[in-house]
């Protein structure tokens, strides 16, 4: 389904004055004193009145039907066929994005604070560069001039045609003077040439996180509508990049790069007063929409629209509290908002215009735009400014009421666009560090205009200024004094900020808390590193079964073989009930011996050589023990030096019980001695009685010969 319908004919003026120079009507009236120059705008305005005459307004409004297959091709405001199918491929293609959680109702309403831009007042005035275009230059900032185009409406005149433009970027008159701009289009460039110079590189820096601000200024029926809205022949900017932004948005989400929620808002500013366009409760779905919406229940029951309230922000600059917010899914759908919008905006029948707009009109569209790979949110809001025309009083109470107030708020702007432009003359010169300061005071509170353009106009948006013209000279002081409202905002230069995140701060404090957690997780990484490494080490002593490195464990095992050790010697010992004697008493004993005593000696004797032999073991065992003990003290974990003192005790009782045992080895020794000299004594005491006794007996046996 296409978005826009376009009908084969149109009412607009015929293109055949495909010329440079702009024909101008013949005036009716002279032309009133414009004095724009100052930037008194007001002064200017009267000179409207004489010049007003009845234009027989020809803009359709445009109506909600289905696409017939538009005949695009037979506007007459398109050249060729060729940009018949570029403008269906790259504009009317139905594009629908999907939200955030598709389980929302459909057109869902908010009724929340809606913003113009983001805060930060501060303006960065730098040397202008007249053809700067808007959409280049670093990639988180956007510092230029707020781009400035012009478009002529076209006339039908025989008249000779005071303004010349050249190279498509300066405009001159006679008297006036030359102007240069960004851009300068003919009278027969469509909407369609004018939305790719204007808002599509607008879309662009949209979506890539800059807020984007679009405003036509001019006089009364000049074709600021026309531009803005169009018609439904040749769509203007509003729909245009609508529809680019959703294919544009569509590209990235079928790609899976990003997910983009749309939410749309719509104010008019009529006598100096907010309301809200949307303040309606219709499904933008059905097919028949009530002429006029206000008809809402908070409408109805205050007996008309609310006026809103603008308020300042510090995320935002301003917002006006309780504007309606329309989620959108597609570009039929917003358009479809925007068409109930245009519905309840406010026009009425002017000398110039069939249906003026009698109040500035403001299409916000908020994209949030989050990115799937980051996760992260950028909200930016593309601005689309349709400003009422400034006029002359007429007689007419309404109108002349109204026209009071559309010129003292196109004054307002007048001035502060004078004071940005100045300051920007000012600091023409300045040095960098001078920059970025505002000394003069802006009086963006002199109107509800200027209020709500004044986030726009601070720097937190990139600007695009579309001033219409009407060439003919009955226009001409009006359309001076446009001229140089157009050249003084050329002059303004702004430092624009790319949006930051969406809850920023919640952001802020989840990269702390996930940098704080990346620190704890090193922490326990070493910690657990270092319990391997332990663990790797107990492993590797048990595998090897040898806890020399345990200190205590060795010392241990040591201490406990020694005693136990002792233990069986001291077991034996008890067992063998062995008489330790003294030598002497020993050699006195046996000189005194008779020979059963001798008998027992040589037992006591055999049963000393028996312990002597254990003794001798014993103390082997032990010396050798005490070498190894050494070798394992020098080779590993614990050296001597880093025995305790309890090993150390122990090593010395044990030298002490080996030196006690070498001794006693001595005495066992010399008891041997004495024991063999004993017995040598015994031999030679008892060998004469045996001989003696053997004698005898033979004798008494007679064997004895
Ligand atoms: N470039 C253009 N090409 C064709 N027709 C145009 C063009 N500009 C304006 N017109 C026609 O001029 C008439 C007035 O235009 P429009 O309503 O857009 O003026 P305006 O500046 O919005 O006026 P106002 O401030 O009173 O609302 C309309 O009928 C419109 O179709």
Not at 555 to 578: A, G, M
Not at 662 to 675: E, P, V
Not at 692 to 703: A, D, S, V
Request: with cysteine; proline share 3%.
């Amino acid at each position: 389904m296409c978005l826009f319908t376009f009908y084969q004919a149109r009412n607009a003026q015929p293109r055949s004055m495909k010329q440079k120079r702009v024909n101008v009507m013949p005036s009716r009236e002279a032309p009133s004193d414009g004095g724009g120059a100052d930037g008194n705008l007001g002064s200017s305005l009267e000179g409207f009145h004489s010049m007003i005459q009845k234009n027989s307004g020809s803009l359709r409004k445009p109506t909600m039907r289905s696409n017939t297959g538009s005949t695009l091709g037979q506007s007459p405001t398109l050249r060729s066929t060729s940009s018949i199918s570029s403008l269906r491929k790259s504009f009317l293609r139905s594009n629908s994005i999907s939200t955030s959680g598709s389980s929302r109702s459909a057109s869902p309403t908010r009724s929340c604070s809606s913003q113009m831009g983001p805060p930060g007042q501060k303006i960065r005035i730098v040397r202008s560069s007249s053809n700067e275009s808007p959409c280049r230059r670093r990639q988180d900032s956007y510092a230029g001039n707020i781009s400035v185009v012009i478009r002529p409406k076209p006339v039908v005149s025989a008249e000779r045609d005071p303004w010349h433009i050249e190279n498509q970027t300066m405009i001159s008159h006679e008297e006036a003077g030359e102007f240069s701009f960004d851009h300068v289009f003919s009278a027969d460039s469509g909407n369609l040439d004018v939305y790719e110079r204007t808002s599509r590189p607008m879309i662009d820096k949209l979506l890539e996180g800059f807020n984007s601000t679009v405003f036509a200024y001019g006089m009364t029926g000049s074709g600021k509508t026309f531009t803005m809205t169009g018609t439904n022949e040749e769509p203007g900017l509003i729909p245009l990049s609508v529809s680019y932004l959703f294919s544009k948005m569509m590209e990235q989400t079928e790609r899976g790069l990003k997910r983009y929620e749309v939410v749309v808002s719509y104010l008019e500013i009529y006598n100096e007063k907010i309301y809200d366009l949307l303040d309606c409760d219709i499904d933008t779905k059905s097919p028949s929409t009530p002429a006029r919406m206000f008809s809402t229940n908070r409408a109805r029951t205050l007996g008309g629209p609310i006026e809103l309230r603008i308020r300042d922000d510090s995320q935002y600059g301003v917002r006006i509290v309780g504007l309606t917010e329309k989620i959108c899914e597609s570009s039929e759908e917003l358009s479809r908002w925007i068409e109930i919008g245009d519905k309840n905006r406010r026009t009425s029948e002017t000398i110039y215009n069939t249906r003026s707009s009698r109040s500035h009109a403001v299409v916000l569209v908020r994209v949030n735009n989050t990115d799937l790979s980051s996760g992260l949110t950028i909200s930016t809001t593309l601005s689309l400014c349709d400003l009422a025309g400034s006029e002359k009083a007429v007689s007419e109470y309404e109108r002349r009421k109204e026209g009071a107030y559309i010129n003292k708020s196109l004054l307002a702007l007048g001035t502060v666009i004078s004071k940005l432009s100045a300051e920007s003359s000012t600091n023409l010169g300045s040095s960098a560090s001078s920059v970025g300061t505002m000394n003069t005071h802006i009086p963006y509170r002199d109107s509800k205009l200027t209020r709500l353009l004044q986030p726009a106009l601070s720097g937190n948006s990139i600007v695009t200024t579309i001033c219409t013209i009407d060439t003919r000279s009955e226009a001409a002081n009006e359309t001076i004094n446009t001229i140089r409202f157009a050249s003084r905002a050329k002059n303004v230069t702004l430092q624009v900020v790319k949006r930051r995140n969406l809850c920023s701060g919640l952001n802020d404090d989840k990269d702390h808390l996930i940098e704080s957690l990346n620190e704890q997780l090193e922490i326990q990484q070493q910690h657990v590193a270092r319990l391997e490494q332990r663990l790797c080490a107990v492993s590797a002593l048990e595998a090897d079964g040898n806890a020399i490195s345990n200190p205590d464990m060795s010392r241990l095992r040591i201490e406990n073989q020694f005693l136990k050790d002792r233990l069986n010697h001291c077991e034996r010992l008890l067992n063998k009930d062995t008489v330790d004697l003294q030598d002497s008493e020993m050699v006195a004993i046996i000189d005194l011996l008779p020979v059963e005593v001798g008998n027992l000696l040589e037992t006591r004797f055999q049963n000393f050589e028996s312990q002597l032999r254990e003794y001798k073991d014993y103390t082997r065992q032990l010396e050798s023990k005490l070498m190894a003990r050494g070798n394992e003290g020098s080779n590993v974990a614990f050296p001597t030096s880093q025995l305790s003192s309890g090993e150390d005790d122990l090593i010395q009782i044990k030298q002490s019980e080996i030196t006690e045992l070498k001794k006693t080895l001595d005495r066992k020794d010399k008891m041997i001695d004495a024991l063999q000299s004993a017995k040598r004594l015994r031999q030679r005491v008892l060998q004469p009685i045996e001989n003696k006794e053997e004698n005898y007996e033979l004798k008494r046996t007679g064997r004895f010969y």
